[in-house]
T-cell receptor
């Protein structure tokens, strides 16, 4: 099976702009989670989608939003970008939201200038 | 409030020696623990896991130990190889809303294995 894919891999945006990141999970996986990785902070959980519904959400402001489509592909949107949003955004998928292990994509490196 | 902590941001070990990576947690509801390895420009990949009903799990050169009373787990790599140089993340799993599970990650430890 193909792994989790994320597009684009790299992105440079200006403060105040918005951005949309895309994630295609492993075939058959219905759960998609998003994480933000910054130096020293590890992976911070953003939200998880399962069957097109947001099931769980981390402690991030409302500028961060997402959605999932019927084919399980997911998008994450960040509006009114701030310099502190510069990070690696990782998407992970699993068959169901009760499964322990998650499979990660390579991430999207977002730089906000 | 960091529920999963990796207090050592970096660790250097000589090739062939043992690498020990540590992780502490505070939430006693965590019942499953995982280690992920991450190379630059790649996503984290699953390495090894352990259930809270066990105290040790071994897979080749990798062994994870769990001390529930101390809320501490460690990953041992023996012998260490230069290809093991990566960032290692500790993660803990808890169930919520019935069967749903959430992973909480530590901040990672950069392991460098010197040839």
């Amino acid at each position: 099976k193909a792994g989790v894919t994320q597009t684009p891999r790299y992105l440079i945006k200006t403060r105040g702009q918005q951005v949309t990141l895309s994630c295609s999970p492993i075939s058959g996986h219905r759960s998609v989670s998003w994480y933000q990785q910054t130096p020293g902070q590890g992976l911070q959980f953003l939200f998880e989608y399962f069957s097109e519904t947001q099931r769980n959400k981390g402690n991030f402001p409302g500028r961060f939003s997402g959605r999932q489509f019927s084919n399980s592909r997911s998008e994450m949107n960040v509006s009114t970008l701030e310099l502190g949003d510069s990070a690696l955004y990782l998407c992970a998928s699993r068959e169901s939201w009760g499964q322990y292990e998650q499979y990660f994509g390579p991430g999207t490196r977002l730089t906000v200038t | 409030d960091q529920q999963v902590k990796q207090n050592s941001p970096s660790l250097s070990v000589q090739e062939g020696r043992i690498s020990i990576l540590n992780c502490d947690y505070t939430n006693s509801m965590f019942d499953y623990f995982l280690w992920y390895k991450k190379y630059p420009a790649e996503g984290p990949t699953f390495l090894i896991s352990i259930s809270s009903i066990k105290d040790k799990n071994e897979d080749g050169r990798f062994t994870v130990f769990l001390n529930k009373s101390a809320k501490h787990l460690s990953l041992h790599i023996v012998p260490s190889q230069p290809g093991d140089s990566a960032v290692y993340f500790c993660a803990a799993s808890v169930s919520f809303s019935g069967s749903a599970r959430q992973l909480t990650f530590g901040s990672g430890t950069q392991l460098t294995v010197l040839p």
